[in-house]
């Protein structure tokens, strides 16, 4: 299966090999996921962000997250697209790999993980993830920058535009993607779940 792997996406795990990270991490979505995606969201759900990586033997894999669910597209099931509540998702973390960063997800007695992840598109993703989810704390977090946070501002407003064209809710979204770069940048990748546990650390010594 992996040697079959390689003979399709063979090119980019090239590049994933030689670049020590994945080139095309950092993509905005490709006009094919719009489409593929953009009848999964509800007209008043507000897109979150999105990381773009690869899964074991699918090949290239997106990540979607908006208020309410998860949604994960493969390429090795097709079209499919599967659906997690939010409030499904039992555990969540966010290592620091060799190619880029592996994000992991449980939920409904499933585990989901995308590696080769653009550290920028990640950091956001996965703070917007922990406001919403219990997430592990990130292991080796990477500092972000004032073009980084430019670029996922940039990134996640064009797909919240193209996938929910809903003025009021666009300027929602976008309003709210640019305040969790932000955060993002300024207090690093701490997510609201990790506060409360070190909060409950300080209190026990």
Known sequence: ?????FLKNGNELSELLIEGQNPYGAQLLK?????????????DERLLGYVLGRVVLSGRGLWLLTERHLLISENGTGNLVHHFAL????????????????????????MRSIYGTSAHLAAVFYRAL??????????????LDANDVAEVVH????AALRLQPVAMVNADARALIAQMAQDAAHQ??????????????ETTH
């Open 130 to 143: 922990g406001q919403k989810v219990r997430c592990a704390p990130v292991h080796k977090p990477t500092a």
């Open 87 to 110: 409030k499904d998702i039992t555990q969540a973390e966010c290592v620091k790999g060799k190619y880029g960063y592996t994000l992991r997800v449980t939920a409904a007695g499933q």
């Open 188 to 201: 690093g990748w701490l997510q609201s779940s990790e506060a409360g546990l070190v909060r409950v650390a």
């Open 155 to 158: 990134h996640f407003s064009d």
């Open 1 to 5: 299966m992996a040697w079959l792997d």
């Open 31 to 43: 006009q094919a996921d719009v489409d593929q995606m953009r009848d999964h969201i509800q007209p």
